[in-house]
């Protein structure tokens, strides 16, 4: 049986705290934890303490393993991927009794549509909408709050490359899809395709994918990839017109990007071990 080993960081953040100057809300770091996947025992574990063990959140099924996670900043739910393209919906809520600080409901909810093993998800608050990828090609979006199916963007149907990568923005609730690393598609929450940039260095590949989310009307937002190759690639969500590379290719293969809150800050992990 296939086993996918992983790691998920779950965050809750506190939104008291107020910028009256700028009238923002800033949030702070409420609850963190680590979830972990892949074990021969086929637990689901959490660590939220160093000074405390690890708890077990759930049990994988021997034929269907868990493949990616992801989970809203509301702290609302967990969501698991899994070899047979189902996804896995746990609740959760902080519970302060508890050495772990949240509890997690057993029976989990179930989506289906995709045929093929879940690759990739991202979950939007703002949209209330979760983005699971699938190596049937497929990218479906999920109504979070209702647990339903809403669409799917299929970039062909004669050809389906598998989906690598997916991220869902903040501001505009648009859909970045990477089709086998090669292949990187906007579509806007309703399904309308936007453009699509290939990557034709025969060595490069995309690793991952996100979007900057300044204040839209006040700045021109950004879909940005890493790539095999150490690369940063940054282009407009208007268009996918190219901006700008940042190169960092002396450090290994981008891993993990993500932005601040703000949007001021890109924060990015390598194959290297740098995070910069």
């Given amino acids: 049986t296939q086993s996918t080993w992983g790691v998920w960081l779950l965050v809750s953040y506190n939104y008291s705290n107020a910028d009256h100057s700028s009238y923002k809300v800033i949030p702070s ?3 963190s934890g680590l979830l972990s996947w892949g074990y021969c025992d086929l637990i689901v574990r959490l660590k939220s303490n160093l000074d405390q063990p690890s708890i077990n959140v759930t049990t994988e099924d021997t034929d269907d393993r868990v493949t990616c996670c992801a989970s809203p900043a509301n702290f609302r739910h967990i969501f698991f991927g899994h070899l047979s393209g189902a996804v ?3 609740q959760i809520h902080r519970c ?6 949240i509890s997690v409901r057993k029976q989990p909810f179930q989506l289906r549509a995709h045929q093929g093993a879940v690759t990739c998800m991202a979950v939007s608050d703002a949209y209330s909408i979760l983005a699971t990828g699938s190596e049937d090609g497929s990218c479906i979006i999920w109504d979070v709050n209702r647990f339903v199916y809403v669409r799917s963007l299929t970039l062909t149907r004669i050809v389906r490359l598998p989906v690598t990568s997916v991220a869902v923005s903040s501001t505009l609730g648009d ?7 090669r292949k990187l598609v906007l579509w806007t929450i309703n399904g309308r395709l936007v453009g699509m940039v290939t990557n034709d260095q025969s ?4 690793t991952c994918v996100g979007f900057s989310n300044a204040p839209e009307g006040a700045a021109v937002n950004c879909v940005v990839a890493g790539t095999s190759t150490g690369i940063i690639k940054f282009w407009s969500t208007w268009d996918l017109t190219h901006v700008r590379d940042i190169d960092l290719s002396g450090h290994g293969s981008i891993s993990a990007l993500s932005y601040t809150t703000d949007s001021k800050r890109l924060y990015v992990a390598t194959s290297g071990g740098m995070i910069a």
């Fill in 29 to 31: 770091l409420a609850w």
């Fill in 175 to 181: 859909v970045a899809v990477c089709y086998n690393s």
């Fill in 203 to 206: 060595n490069s590949l995309f």
């Fill in 96 to 101: 302060s009794h508890k050495h772990s600080g």
């Fill in 88 to 90: 896995s919906v746990y």
